[in-house]
T-cell receptor
Framework: AQTVTQSQPEMSVQEAETVTLSCTYDTSESDYYLFWYKQPPSRQMILVIRQEAYKQQNATENRFSVNFQKAAKSFSLKISDSQLGDAAMYFCAYSLSRGGSEKLVFGKGTKLTVNP | DGGITQSPKYLFRKEGQNVTLSCEQN?????MYWYRQDPGQGLRLIYY???????QKGDIAEGYSVSREKKESFPLTVTSAQKNPTAFYLC??????????????FGNGTRLTVT
């Protein structure tokens, strides 16, 4: 079974600094998708970024970028120029490409605190 | 604006009572999902539905039931058989189904407390 592990229950960063959140996953599949979701205090889940496993180029969305290491099964999220609004729970998630979103498996999350 | 509406935001019930959580979407999405979130845990899939009048069990379906009579609606009933019903419940939708790159759109959630 696929599993997603986020080894950092909590992280903190100073405003304007850079922080990296870790995620590893376990799968025997070669074609899949990886996601980072953000859950602010409002508790609504928001998609931050996604990566197709067949693409070698790391995905980027403004201040958010990933370091996707397929062989190591690692998918870390880098947040640059951290802002107070980035404070939230961040969840890493995995999905089989043929399975659709119903096969989405989530990690347990990392709570990010941004210090002014 | 299109979106997913979950109601109510907070729900309180006595042990032994069934309770139904509402989820409505106007995004014209085919697929809908129910997740449960507990403190220190990720999201766990309860049930999902890819088309009207069809649904499948997720990883933790025991003690829950759903229906999908309309494309827009996917209510979740928490039955008295659910041993630990107190949790935060999130509804989501996506379109089209069957493609792994179809991101989920989430509602704002319902916090259920059973005493």
């Amino acid at each position: 079974a696929q599993t997603v592990t986020q080894s950092q229950p909590e992280m903190s960063v100073q405003e304007a600094e850079t922080v990296t959140l870790s995620c590893t996953y376990d799968t025997s599949e070669s074609d899949y998708y990886l996601f980072w979701y953000k859950q602010p205090p409002s508790r609504q889940m928001i998609l931050v970024i996604r990566q197709e496993a067949y693409k070698q180029q790391n995905a980027t969305e403004n201040r958010f970028s990933v370091n996707f290491q397929k062989a190591a099964k690692s998918f870390s999220l880098k947040i640059s120029d951290s802002q107070l609004g980035d404070a939230a729970m961040y969840f890493c998630a995995y999905s089989l490409s043929r399975g659709g979103s119903e096969k989405l498996v989530f990690g347990k999350g990392t709570k990010l605190t941004v210090n002014p | 604006d299109g979106g997913i509406t979950q109601s109510p935001k907070y729900l309180f019930r006595k042990e032994g009572q069934n309770v139904t959580l509402s989820c409505e979407q106007n995004l014209n999405h085919d697929a809908m999902y129910w997740y449960r979130q507990d403190p220190g845990q990720g999201l766990r899939l309860i049930y999902y539905s890819q088309i009207v009048n069809d649904f499948q069990k997720g990883d933790i379906a025991e003690g829950y039931s759903v229906s999908r009579e309309k494309k827009e609606s996917f209510p979740l009933t928490v039955t008295s058989a659910q041993k630990n019903p107190t949790a935060f419940y999130l509804c989501a939708s996506s379109s089209p189904p069957g493609q792994g790159n179809s991101p989920l759109h989430f509602g704002n959630g319902t916090r259920l407390t059973v005493t």
